[in-house]
């Protein structure tokens, strides 16, 4: 049976929770501007799976029309009772550079106790590109929480300020290797002398994968 926007709005209005969730994924199928359209009522259902699938697509479809995906994508941030839902609207906000969400982001960032939420506005905020975000990078590196404490090195590599190597230099003996890894991707990314004098020493990196990386990053590749 062919895959058409009758098809998926028909499975889309079911009471079975099994028919909605696979309208959503048969919509990655449909023409954009089509399942931009039928994504929309999605993103309020009933159930937390179906939004969340929903809302996890708007980073390509949302593109649509950007207004609209703001308005849509703000309130299942700052609204949906599920932190993996927040969570992904967080995401799509930085892919789609939503600039307009960061006082929204950040207020939710300060006031969340859900880590995977922190988690997500830290790691998107490099996406956003806003230059407002350096000061809640920095704060999130003091973070006790260390997958928020390596987005954050992640993002401020992607934001491109400089001024972030003096706050990144003492992560290249964190005890993580993993947090070294992200640091010598974030220092490629700034660039500059300084930044290159920690790559030389996280290029001798006792963990192959941080060495390779930072040698890489050297080495132009």
Do not use: H
Not at 94 to 113: S, V
Not at 144 to 172: C, M, R
């Amino acid at each position: 049976m062919s895959i058409t926007p009758e098809s998926v709005k028909q499975l889309l209005d079911s009471e079975d929770l099994g028919d909605r969730l696979r309208a959503v994924n048969q919509i990655r199928q449909l023409e954009p501007a089509t399942g931009f359209d039928l994504i929309q009522s999605a993103v309020n259902d009933s159930n937390s799976r179906v939004r969340y699938s929903a809302v996890s697509q708007l980073d390509t479809l949302g593109r649509q029309d950007l207004n609209l995906s703001f308005n849509i994508l703000r309130d299942r941030l700052l609204n949906d009772p599920e932190p993996d839902v927040q969570a992904a609207a967080a995401d799509c906000l930085g892919a789609l550079k939503l600039r307009e969400a960061f006082e929204d982001l950040q207020r939710l960032y300060e006031t969340t106790n859900e880590w995977i939420i922190k988690f997500s506005i830290i790691a998107t905020l490099g996406e956003l590109g806003d230059p407002r975000a350096f000061e809640l990078l920095k704060q999130a590196l003091s973070s006790d929480n260390e997958l928020v404490k390596t987005a954050a090195i992640s993002s401020l590599g992607e934001l491109g300020n400089t001024q972030a190597i003096p706050l990144l230099v003492p992560y290249v003996a964190d005890p993580d290797w993993q947090v070294r890894y992200r640091l010598a991707q974030a220092l490629n990314s700034l660039g500059g002398t300084d930044a290159k004098s920690v790559l030389e020493t996280l290029a001798n990196d006792g963990v192959e994968a941080v060495a390779t990386e930072a040698k890489k990053s050297l080495n132009g590749a």
